[in-house]
């Protein structure tokens, strides 16, 4: 629950981890904490459960289309799988350079820090992910205080296997000071390397000391310069953003970056401001990402109110993602042709800088694919621009962008028409 009045500095270290035990693990009791039929909840599969406390405390009682409640709710539609979604949707196995450490982009390492999350989305796209093949930290978490006897439903623990396509989803191999060591070697025989982004799971799952731990020896290589954390708790446990971590991120000598995943104006609370305040009042710049999601945020309305809270909290919009087509999730699929349409009346309305790049994931490419196109009219006006689709079902041929041959047809009343891609590499 908030406390309006409570000061900034008055998080305690174990607040987090107390609010994580009394979280909710099952849909029917998520249902009848809200005033909802039991059978609003479909069976979780292989994707249990888990709603912390303050992220349940945002959720609309007696609502089943509360944008925050079709977040984390079990759904009938995850049992379909259309073509084109797949329990891989980046094909991340063939990123994996050694187990924990994905070879993504140019210049960056993603490392896989730990499989457990504060919040189980329902549209996560590592929800198939086969954490328990990487050598991964549970960080010293125990967040239980009684023993647990069942490995899914409302009796499950955070910490404990759970069981998934690709074998479990969440790991129990207790902290490891060396459970890295093979991703720092590969990062470290790497000088072209200068960025570590720290991924999951969520990484603040980590207690301070293995998180403090692993960037101490990230930052012993000589070549990174910066690191990156990626993190959905600042939202949902805002709690979790101690003094201690705080002055951990401050401690380094690497360029500190947090990015929040946030997806609607309903998940800021006071708290979560506070949250926010911590990090940047501390120096450390905060962005957000966000996925598009049907029946969540795909309008205009809900768009803007989110991007604007989050400039006046001085967090910076850094992407709207379009959905990674991960099996279990294609309900929550907006058409790209109405993500432009959004990300065109959010620039009408929003000063540029609340505007986030609106981009796709494409396995194999080097760099997130923007989703614009802009169009110059070289007839009428040189510098008239427009934006149009840019197809991205495939990484684009550079001789393509620079001579769309196909699409650069003369019309009458625009003979001389030039069509290029906006490519400015999203990273």
């Known amino acids: 629950m908030d406390h309006p009045n409570r000061a900034c500095g008055s998080t305690s270290d174990g607040d987090w981890r107390r609010e994580l035990t009394e ?13 909802l039929p039991d059978d609003v909840a479909a069976p979780s599969g292989d994707w249990p459960v ?35 979604f797949s329990t891989d949707p980046l094909d991340e196995a063939a990123e994996a350079a050694i187990p924990g450490l994905l070879a993504k982009y140019q210049g960056r390492s993603l490392i896989v820090t730990t499989g457990q999350c504060a919040v189980h989305c329902r549209f996560c796209f590592r929800r198939h992910f086969p954490f328990a093949e990487a050598p991964l930290s549970s960080g010293g978490n125990t967040p239980e205080t009684e023993p647990r006897d069942s490995t899914s439903g409302p009796n499950a623990s955070l910490t404990e296997p759970r069981a998934s396509a690709n074998g479990p989803c969440r790991d129990n191999a207790g ?33 301070d000391e293995p998180l403090a ?31 201690s971590l705080v002055g951990l991120l401050r401690a380094t000598r690497l360029s500190p970056r947090v990015v929040v995943h946030v997806n609607h104006p309903a ?62 999730a294609a309900h929550f699929e907006v058409d790209e042709s109405r993500g432009r349409e959004l990300i065109d009346a959010l620039r009408a309305r929003l000063p540029g800088y609340a ?40 990484p684009a041929n550079p001789a393509d ?13 625009c003979p001389a028409r030039i069509e290029v891609l906006e490519c400015v590499p999203c990273v």
């Open 175 to 207: 902290p490891s000071s060396h459970s890295h060591a093979p991703a720092l070697a590969q990062i470290a025989a790497d000088p072209t390397i200068h960025e570590a982004i720290l991924s999951g799971g969520d990484p603040l799952m980590l207690d």
């Open 23 to 35: 979280a909710v693990r099952d849909g029917t009791e998520l249902a009848r904490r809200l005033g």
């Open 267 to 328: 998940e800021i609370d006071a708290a979560v401001a506070r949250s926010f305040a911590r990090l940047i009042d501390a120096g450390i710049p905060v962005m957000s990402q966000s996925v598009l999601l049907r029946g969540v945020n795909d309008d205009i309305e809900t768009l803007a109110a989110l991007f604007e809270r989050l400039i006046d909290l001085r967090v910076m919009p850094y992407y709207l993602h379009q959905l990674d087509r991960v099996a279990g």
């Open 401 to 413: 962008i620079l001579h769309p041959a196909s699409k650069a047809a003369t019309t009458p009343d």
């Open 50 to 84: 888990l709603v912390p406390r303050p992220y349940l405390a945002r959720i609309k009682p007696g609502d089943p289309r509360d944008p925050l409640l079709l977040q984390v709710l079990p759904q009938s539609e995850e049992s379909l799988c259309p073509a084109g």
């Open 213 to 243: 731990d692993l960037i101490r020896r990230l930052a012993q290589i000589d070549h990174l310069r910066r690191v990156r954390v990626h993190t959905r708790l600042p939202v949902v446990v805002p709690s979790r953003v101690t003094p």
């Open 355 to 394: 505007v986030p790049r609106y981009v796709r994931e494409i396995p194999g490419n080097p760099y997130k694919s923007p989703l614009t196109r802009i169009v110059h009219d070289t007839h009428t006006n040189p510098k008239r621009k427009r934006e149009t689709r840019n197809d991205v079902s495939s």
